[in-house]
């Protein structure tokens, strides 16, 4: 089992940044991709990004391509997203997932894009 927590989200000015990071634990070493995901109020589960847990190469989706950064801390097993120029459409729950033998996902956190 992974266990996934999640932090860093909270109340940011438009044009803003924020990071937020995820922090594995338990069979880390079982991982081999990380991703973020958002989901807004009434929509679904929108993908933002995904970072090959060995070899680190990344991915992004088409509307942060460019505004927001993945990275990880291999010996941390931490998770981050570095989110910048936030417009109102980012605000959502932010959810950190591994794949592994299974898939995991953390419980979420809040960013929330306003003036």
């Known amino acids: 089992q992974v266990q996934l927590v999640e932090s860093g989200g909270e109340l940011v000015l438009p044009g803003g940044s924020l990071r937020l990071s995820c922090k594995a634990s338990g069979r880390t070493s079982s991982i081999y991709s990380m991703r973020w995901f958002r989901q807004a109020p009434g929509k679904e589960r929108e993908y933002v990004a995904q970072i090959d847990w060995g070899g680190g190469h990344t991915y992004y989706a088409d509307s942060v391509k460019g505004r927001f950064t993945i990275s990880r801390d291999y010996a941390e097993n931490t998770l981050y997203l570095q989110m910048k120029s936030l417009t109102p459409e980012d605000t959502a729950v932010y959810y950190c997932?591994?794949?592994?033998?299974?898939?995991?996902w953390g419980q979420g956190t809040q960013v929330t894009v306003s003036s």
């Open positions: 997932g591994a794949r592994g033998q299974e898939a995991y």
